[in-house]
């Protein structure tokens, strides 16, 4: 059972005849012990009250704690997931500029044959053009030599 200052003042003694307490000192005394309780409990009340306000700071920074690491390892899982997608980004940019180069060296490569089929074509040409030219030329020389009259033996005589 707990005792309150009041009852503490309230507290009633039985005297007895002989050998009995003096009652001024033994009120002095539960005066004193009143008082000094209901300090204590005035301590304790404040005491509990600092400590539920306490409590319910340690609950917010907990709670600020929780959405700190929350944030914290919803930013690591972003990062992440940034990285990995530079990661593909970077591989697929890779990938298609392979793909354009390969692309790229195929077009060099057909244009290439074109033009060394060009190059066999002209330079056939050049060598029927030539041969016609030669031809031409031979003809009109015998064609000369079949107009000129024969001369006696003066063949070295220029005309």
Excluded: W
């Excluded at 539960?30 to 509990?48: R, T």
């Excluded at 244009?111 to 003809?139: C, M, Y």
């Amino acid at each position: 059972m707990r005792l309150s200052p009041l009852d503490i003042r309230q507290q009633q003694f039985t005297v007895r005849m002989f050998r009995g307490l003096d009652a001024n000192e033994v009120e002095a005394f539960l005066d004193d012990i009143a008082e000094d309780y209901e300090v204590v409990l005035k301590e304790n009340a404040l005491l509990k009250e600092q400590l539920a306000a306490l409590e319910e700071r340690t609950r917010g920074l907990a709670d600020r704690e929780k959405a700190l690491q929350d944030t914290l390892l919803t930013t690591q899982r972003l990062a992440e997931e940034m990285k990995e997608a530079a990661r593909r980004e970077g591989q697929l940019i890779v990938r298609e500029a392979e793909l354009r180069g390969e692309k790229l060296v195929e077009e060099v490569r057909a244009e290439e044959v074109q033009l060394r089929s060009e190059i066999k074509g002209l330079k056939r040409t050049q060598r029927q053009l030539v041969e016609d030219l030669r031809a031409t030329l031979d003809r009109y020389q015998r064609l000369l030599a079949a107009d000129r009259p024969e001369d006696s033996g003066d063949a070295s005589r220029p005309q």
